[in-house]
């Protein structure tokens, strides 16, 4: 059932305020409406907290309140050496000792010796099919992250040895990507497998630096299997492995000995849909703590080396947890969590000998960069809210709590304009809490109807709905100012509701989402400030999926969409990502036959009334342009009106002239549709 209890009205604001200006929000808003914040380091010691401002540094003294300045410790070793090295090779890593720099050229693994500068070649057989130490692509976008920027190596804590992943990615299927730049344009070919396609063969390799000695893991490359992002122990003794078979429902955490390559189970977990990777391990003495959803919500468990004893330490209903720090020696382990609200995270202390969790973030605020004292006694943090700008805050632990405000980005002149601030609004959907977040037009009247511009992502435990501040931009001040409702909207897989709820796209993606989705719409429907004619959806990647889906399927409801970097058809996108949540082509037909969202084109009504810009960078190596490619092929046989953006040399995600062009684009749009105006001449 709907819930509308939750009525939505206006925000009042008082005669002294001013409106911003058109040329304020696009040009430049007035000095003073929010200020430079202090960025939290990190600790120097139990009593002082390193904060930079700008280029400079300083500590604050949590007893004094006093600030000196600070100079960062002086490395080891010269930065520069690393910056030299990447002109001509990739990835250099300093050993931990920082007598040793790892990289990799032309596919294959080399160490230098920082004293001598000699250069030592650990693999010879790369080539473009074999990769040593750097990753085949579905392991750089999906598993190892592409923050890694390919790299798969890994320096042990004694900085005597060195693992590294080994791909051949022979019966990989190859993607061309074409580049029209200069006269006969030029075509990249990317070993990418789609959903049902092979995957690269995976050998692991575990080096002695000093003999050369190169030791196998014990797993078969022919198996068809993932392997996650590695530890090493803090002896250096033993490489920790994360494997799953292909089906990812089944993840086996090895302990692989780099002497012989013997392996040994050390954590075993099941689950009916799919399971994530262990993201979030911390090593203590005799064992690791980790974060777990097998349970319905993301749980800390103790699992020892020897694999005898898992130890469940909450019980709440917690999600996005993230370890912060572990005191074995105190039992105390301090964590954040959406588990009170499941749009804000707060900060909690687990004392494990006593099996009592007390939360110890204070007000109703989004805790984030959150840094635990040495004595456990204090935390600084940034909060904010919707409707409180960030502050850089120290927190007192213990039976008098304190908050103590450090830097706030509030300015003087805040309270002197009329800022568009958003408000949270939740409705109840099949016995789930789904949330949002709402900015109303400044001087809103309520006898009036006004557009709505929805924004979302849609994808798998990736909700954007969030109590935290966003401060006043071009982006969300300019539709106050423009008599222009803007929402922001989740679904019940978005991360709220559980692994319970995350579960409900399992083999159907696209489905659940859009269903919650109609529900938003429904329930700005009841609000009487809404005209439910003209309703814009927009959305990137899988948002751009969810936006073709909303003005096709759900075409009732959204008139509106500007859709970029889609997905059209999941068998169109890569093994991992997809048959996490689809399984394979030939086992889930029926699911990917739904996602194949040019064969619902004919439901979308196009020309008067309701319109779809569609945009793609021509080099996205992620989401294919295929994808764009194919669903306008459909819109042009059913002799449907749309709007089409090819971005020439761009990747998943258009930066610099092409990312103002493409902002200014999307203006042009909502104005004409939604406004029934021209774009201003300012932005012009």
Known sequence: MLSTALLVTAVGYTQEKKNLTLEQ????????????????????????????????????????????????????VKPSILSEMRKEVSNPTFSPDSTMVAYTKGNNLYVMDVATKKHKALTTDGTDLILNGWSSWVYYEEILG??????????????????????????????????????????????????????PKVDIAMVDIASGKTTWADFNREDDQYFGIPFWSAASDKFMVPWMPREQNHLVLYEVSPNN????????????????????????KEGFYMTRDFDGWEQIYYQSFDG??????????????????????????????RANVSTRNDVYMLNIKKGITQKISLGDYNYTNIKISPDNKHFVADISNVSTPTKA????????????ILSDSRGASYDDYKIAEAKMRFIEVDGYTLPASIILPIDMDSTKQYPVIISMYGGPNAGTVMDRWNAPSQGNQLWANQEVIQISIDHRASGHCGKEGVNFIHRSLGQVELSDYIEWVKYLRTLPYVDADKIGITGFSYGGTMTVLALTD???????????????????????????????PQDNKDGYAFTRVWDRVSKYKGGEGSM?????????DNVHMQNTMQLVYALQMENKDFELMIYPGAYHGYGGAQGTHSRKSDLIFWYKHLLNKELPALFK
């Open 25 to 76: 929000i696009v040009k430049s808003m007035p000095k003073g409406i929010t200020e430079g914040k202090s960025t939290i380091i990190n600790w120097s010691d139990a009593t002082n907290v390193i904060l930079r401002d700008g280029g400079s540094y300083s500590t604050y003294n949590i007893k004094s309140g006093d600030k000196r300045d600070y100079t960062l410790p002086t490395p080891k």
């Open 146 to 199: 592409r923050s890694t920027n390919y790299k798969a190596f890994w320096w042990s804590p004694d900085s005597k040895k060195l693992a590294y992943y080994k791909f051949d990615d022979s019966n990989v299927p190859m993607f061309p990507i074409y580049d029209a730049t200069g006269k006969h344009g030029t075509l990249t070919e990317t070993r990418y497998p789609k959903a049902g396609d092979e995957n």
């Open 261 to 284: 390559g013997s392996k040994d189970e050390i954590y075993d977990e099941n689950q009916s849909t799919w399971i994530d990777w262990i993201s979030d391990m911390v090593f203590g």
């Open 308 to 337: 005898k004893t898992l130890n469940k330490l909450t019980e709440d209903k917690n999600w996005n947890t993230n370890i912060l720090k572990i005191d074995e020696k105190k039992g105390l382990i301090f964590f954040s969590s």
């Open 393 to 404: 805050v120290l927190v007192k632990i213990g039976r008098k709590p304190k908050l103590t």
């Open 554 to 584: 759900g075409a009732e409801y959204f008139q509106y969409g500007i859709a970029g970097g889609g997905v059209m058809d999941w068998q169109l996108y890569d093994t991992h990502y997809t048959e996490r949540y689809m399984d394979r």
């Open 612 to 620: 779809i810009r569609v945009t793609h960078g021509s080099l996205d």
